[in-house]
């Protein structure tokens, strides 16, 4: 039985055409406990175009998030209202660079419509998204060094539940690049992220996307994983990270024997920003 799927995206992410009813009957014929939604919301990219007085770099270098928040929030309400005798229907949100703007990410997470926020970090300062970048062209471990010590200053802030996918580009360098990364380089600044993360109350989620592409691995791998548990770390969520409904649930089952056996006891789910637990025995 699948438990929960804490990161799925419908076609107000730009990079889905997924309807929420089709989803929402996918979760319920998947028996979940626990489903939400989290489309994208990028923070470098909250307000209309004219705003940053930029072009765009490409064709997915999307402008004014806040008209795509305002319509999630309101199809996630109506959501939770029509499956509340059916699921937990989590009313979420993945906040793509919150260091962008701490401020608006700080505020946005106390909307009172929120249930549940994941950061994420899918570009660097004048970058664009992992997924675009030539890695012929680029240093590899240089991005991930910048990577990492982002990451650290937002495990620091007030802004979110779980950190999402926090070997993202990973997904890219090694997984679609065929680039091999000695990660042991960055243990101790992920070691630092996750205690700034347990520190904070917060927790990550064990993206389980990466089972199937080409990285064939979640994000975190197992060792980082144990890594985070090890350091104290009990507040895991499970996400597939789909963005059709035959994604939704994808890897969730291998997900949880991995948490199992790196050591939890328990995933999650937020409601309210509070975590709900499961027990996996």
């Not at 989290?38 to 064709?59: A, F, K, S, V």
């Not at 402008?63 to 229907?89: I, P, T």
Request: negative net charge.
């Amino acid at each position: 039985m699948l438990l929960t799927d804490c990161h799925t995206h419908t076609e107000i992410s730009p990079d889905s055409s997924a309807a929420l009813s089709v989803m929402c009957r996918k979760a319920q014929e998947l028996g979940l406990q626990a489903y939400a939604v989290t489309d994208h919301i990028e923070l470098c990219r909250y307000y209309p175009q004219g705003y940053y007085q930029t072009q765009p770099r490409n064709e997915e270098d999307f402008f004014d998030y806040a008209a795509r928040w305002e319509q999630s929030m309101q199809q996630n309400l109506l959501a939770k209202a029509l499956l509340s005798d059916k699921l937990h229907f989590i009313s979420g949100i993945e906040l793509g660079e919150p260091n962008a703007d701490f401020s608006l990410a700080e505020s946005l997470y106390q909307d009172k419509r929120l249930d549940f926020v994941i950061a994420s970090l899918h570009e660097l300062p004048d970058k664009l998204d992992f997924y675009f970048l030539d890695y012929q062209q680029e240093d590899a471990e240089s991005l991930l060094e910048t990577y990492f010590q982002i990451l650290l200053e937002i495990s620091r802030k007030d802004c979110f539940d779980v950190l999402g996918h926090v070997t993202y580009p990973l997904r890219y360098i090694a997984g679609e690049a065929g680039i091999r990364i000695n990660m042991q380089k960055y243990r101790d600044m992920l070691a630092e992220c996750f205690k700034a993360v347990i520190q904070n109350q917060k927790g990550i989620e064990l993206n389980t996307s990466g089972y199937r592409q080409k990285y064939g691995k979640p994000f975190p791998d197992a060792d980082l994983l144990k890594l985070y548990h090890d350091l104290g770390g009990r507040i895991l969520t499970l996400g597939s990270d789909a963005h059709t409904p035959q994604d939704l649930g994808g890897g969730i089952a291998q997900g949880t024997e991995l948490a199992k056996a790196c050591g939890f006891e328990k995933i999650c789910f937020f409601l309210r920003h509070e975590p709900h637990f499961i027990n996996l025995s």
